[in-house]
């Protein structure tokens, strides 16, 4: 079943069970998708279709970090239930310490050997690890590598 079969059985299931908030997270998800299709003319796969995903979790994750900086707990508290559910639809997270090791991996692969080798060490690391495992863990993970 294809990411975007799974969005379709998703939303169905959220209608019948009247989930709202659940209903509405998939169709914009929906949305953001076929605004993409039709951007590039053409049907998605589940890779870009994830590309998509995470470029909304991303979304939610800065709106959730201004908000709570505003003092709007409310609005947070939307944004992380939105959150929660579009990451339903990433693949199994990465732990901390496989990261770890992809990353020493990746370091000794390329020789890496100080922070001026970070975009080199990044841009190796981030299609390993696409919708796995969080920039900002990599970034500091590589940052530790390579001091």
Known sequence: ??????????????????????????????????????DKRRALNDEEVLEVIIREIKQRKDSITQYEKAGREDLAQKEKEELAILEIYLPEQLSEQEVRSMVEQVVQELGATSKADMGKVMGAMM??????????LISRLVQEALN
């Not at 299609?127 to 900002?136: I, Q």
């Open 1 to 38: 079943m294809t990411l975007l079969e799974k969005l379709m059985e998703d939303m169905k299931t959220a209608m019948k069970s009247k989930q709202q908030t659940r209903l509405s997270v998939i169709r914009m998800l929906r949305a953001s998708v076929k605004k993409e299709e039709i």
């Open 127 to 136: 299609p390993k690890v696409k919708g796995r495992a969080d920039g900002r």
